[in-house]
């Protein structure tokens, strides 16, 4: 169906490369990682400029890392109205405070967190002919980031459409021929399972706002638009001047994340980089641009980014996760009062993508250059 197309072209290409603008003349990541184990200096491209360089290392925790809030799902449908309530409030202060936090007691089987990341990080130790087998365009593996201009990430990434149109197994049938079926089939049992979560996510969201239980998710129940996209950073001989990923905030509504016990994840709050310490069986989860706007500016889509180092690689899963392509997100007038006047329009995620695609990976400027009542549209777009 036409709407199927569009929100296709759409959501596909919010997590993947655009159409290239200048490309970087770089080498497979992966390859390069190899080629300079013992190397003391790395391809100018990817040397970020000063003001861009982690100034915090990868596992640099601080005292604010274990501020991070950690919310405990286990009673949220079996609990008590008085336990119900306390994650409810859990949730909408990390939204609103942090609009970053991790879940555990989610329900996602440990077994299956650990054996989608064992055969991610397998799919990206092949050698690079085998995984540019499945290098579909703006879809599925990307080893150079080539797209990038100037700056390249330190990153190889294989993004697989999940929802509503999965693109999945058209990608890893040409590729991983000793394990393809045990990847494709884990994989849709982990999107079977996050989308529950993500489900719950958005209901006690919506709780917490005092909004009604379905307020967001019944825009998601038939029709999501997601991605699962696995991020493999190898190590990089100077992680001191790399990223793993760029500053950005994502787009979507909400991102839920599998990690790997390494770390790398970092999140800027008022104005400083956190980092985020990987905890056993633990999904990251932050808010996206368009949750942003949807709740008319009381939750937060936060800027984040990934570091690398220099002796083990580390991976992760991240499912974006959206709504249909057409549907209306409009801040709810019981999101507005004096001190909260109206501060978005508004709009859908079809409209949205486009707009950000251009401005991807340079930090937080999406929503609010787009989507703001009181902002003149960017002459650039
Ligand atoms: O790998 C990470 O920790 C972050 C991934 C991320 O931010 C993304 O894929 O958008
Ligand atoms: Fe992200």
């Known amino acids: 169906m036409a709407e199927d197309r569009i929100w296709r072209e759409h959501m596909t ?35 970020q400029p000063e003001g861009l360089r982690p100034d915090v290392p990868y596992d640099g925790y601080s005292a604010e890392t274990d501020q991070i809030p950690v919310v405990d799902l286990h009673n949220s449908s079996t609990g008590t109205v008085e336990e119900r309530q306390r994650i409810i409030n859990d949730i909408g202060y990390a939204c609103k405070e942090w609009g970053f936090f991790q879940i555990h007691n989610h329900g996602v089987p440990n077994r299956l967190m650990q054996r989608l990341t064992e055969l991610g990080t397998r799919f990206f130790q092949m050698p690079a002919a085998e995984k540019e087998k499945a290098a579909f365009g703006q879809v599925g593996y990307e080893g150079r980031h080539a797209y990038m201009p100037e700056r390249v990430h330190w990153l190889e990434t294989l993004a697989l459409v999940t929802g509503p149109d999965p693109n999945l197994e058209d990608i890893l049938r040409v590729t991983c021929a000793d394990y393809r ?115 008319n500016g009381h939750f937060k889509s936060v800027e984040h980014r990934a570091v690398l180092n220099s002796v083990k690689p580390r991976l992760s899963v991240a499912f974006f996760y959206s709504p249909y392509a057409q549907a209306v997100m409009t801040p709810p007038m019981k999101l507005v009062d004096e001190s909260h006047p109206l501060l978005y329009r508004a709009f859908t ?8 695609q251009k401005r991807r990976m340079e930090g937080k400027v999406g929503i609010d250059t787009f989507m703001r009542l009181d902002h003149k549209e960017d002459s650039a777009i």
């Open 13 to 47: 290409g919010v997590l993947v490369a655009p159409k290239p603008r200048r490309t970087v003349n770089v080498d497979n990541v992966g390859n390069l990682s190899v080629g300079l184990m013992n190397a003391t200096a790395i391809p100018d491209a990817y040397v």
């Open 181 to 295: 079926e045990e990847f494709i089939a884990t994989v849709n049992e982990y999107i079977h399972e996050i989308q529950k979560v993500g489900l719950v996510l958005l209901e006690l969201m919506a709780e917490s706002l005092a909004l009604e239980k379905s307020f967001f998710s019944k825009h998601f129940e038939k029709y999501s638009t997601s991605v699962t996209r696995f991020n493999y950073y190898p190590p990089c001989p100077l992680p001191s001047v790399a990223l793993g990923l760029f500053p950005h905030a994502d787009p979507t509504c909400i991102t839920i994340l599998n990690q790997d016990d390494i770390g790398g994840l970092q999140i800027r709050k008022d104005g400083r980089w956190i980092s985020v310490r990987p905890l056993k069986d633990t999904l990251v989860v932050n808010v996206g641009d368009c949750l942003q706007a949807w709740t």
């Open 349 to 356: 995620w079809a409209e949205y993508f486009p707009r950000m």
